[in-house]
């Protein structure tokens, strides 16, 4: 059987796919491993570039899109490993050795369930890459700009620096990790009620829960071709923030006013950030940096402020309208 099983979800990546699946057969080339690629029915040819020029690599075809984490599971399932599973994004590129550092970070911490890298944009800028656990004091941080906790269109999330070193956090992104199998077969699979995006806020909560650790290693970098900007806001990324209060009222225990309390900080939060992107779109510079329409930011913070002041059940019949509107062909979202 093999030692790692590689789950790489794709959608209409086809030429950042190529470059993926060629940085991953480097970086495993010394692991007995396997790869398999789940295409949620992508219309640019992926799944014949893969079968024409990866063919030991598996593909599982979709017939139409079923969301990130329902097709990671499916890569799950179909996995033989007994070791260890990495779920990598196709728009990434990884360094040659990022597998074998981190199966052997796994292998020499019990505690330690998963472990991610640092992301870094194509253009060398650090993205976030971990975050913690929706909670009040977490949300007057990122009002405040305490420590590196920084107001990001997807909430609160962590740049890490080198020189912080390995640090544990309550959640890693999806975008590349790698987990024991141990674990999931304790665990679970990824909760596939959250679309795209927030699943992998849940599945580490749920992991800490259970008295799994998960670590942050900044020293290790990834290239992540998507997300770059951290002020692109769509339509889809409004659901990432209604899962986003969803997971707060769950599994951060978040009910009532302590719910209401949260969303108004949160909302705070975006607010002071839209106006600070508005000032620095007044130079040259800041125009050529934040691209985003002014109307998609104010969105943002306005849903926010929309799904503060209504209950919970608001916040998944919201996430529900999302996803039909998302899996239709209108993104188009009246809030």
């Known amino acids: 059987m093999p030692e790692l099983s590689i ?47 990866f063919s030991s690599i598996k593909v599982h075809e979709n017939d139409h899109n079923v969301g990130f984490p329902r097709a990671v599971n499916q890569g799950i399932k179909s996995s033989s ?14 360094p040659d050795d990022i597998f074998t550092i981190f199966i052997d970070y796994l292998e020499k911490n019990d505690k330690v369930a998963m472990v991610g890298p640092q992301l870094v944009g194509k253009d060398g800028r650090m ?40 640090q544990s956090v309550d959640w890693l992104a999806g975008t590349c990790i790698v987990i024991k199998q ?22 580490g909560l749920r992991l800490r829960r259970a008295g799994w650790q998960l670590h942050l290693l900044p020293h290790i970098r990834v290239v992540h071709y998507g997300g770059a900007s951290s002020t692109t806001v769509a339509p889809i990324n409004l659901l990432w923030l209604g899962s986003y209060f969803c997971i707060a ?40 940096r934040f ?28 996430c529900s309208e999302l996803e039909a509107k998302y899996r239709g062909t209108s993104l188009k979202v009246s809030i």
């Open 249 to 288: 009222s769950s599994l951060g225990q978040l009910k009532g006013f302590r719910y209401c309390l949260f969303g108004l900080f949160l909302t705070t939060s975006l607010f002071v950030r839209f106006l600070t992107v508005l000032a620095l779109k007044l130079t040259t510079q800041g125009r050529q």
């Open 7 to 53: 789950i790489i979800v794709s959608f209409n990546t086809r030429d950042l796919l190529r470059k993926c699946l060629e940085s991953v057969e480097i970086a495993a080339a010394d692991i007995n491993h396997e790869i398999i690629v789940i295409d949620n029915a992508s219309s640019d040819d992926s799944v014949g570039m893969v079968r024409s020029s």
């Open 81 to 94: 490993t007994t070791g260890f599973i990495a779920l990598i994004n196709s728009d990434t590129v990884v």
């Open 182 to 203: 141990k674990v999931v077969d304790q665990v679970g699979l990824l909760d596939d009620k959250h679309f795209m995006y927030a699943e992998d806020i849940e599945y």
């Open 127 to 166: 993205q976030d890459s971990a975050g913690y656990k929706p909670s009040l004091t977490a949300a007057l941080r990122q009002i405040a700009g305490l420590g590196t906790l920084r107001g990001t269109p997807r909430g609160l999330k962590i740049r890490a620096k080198q020189k912080e070193g390995i």
């Open 291 to 318: 691209q985003t329409k002014d109307s998609e930011l104010f969105a943002y913070t306005r849903t926010a402020l929309h799904l503060s002041l209504h209950n919970t059940e608001y916040a998944y019949s919201f």
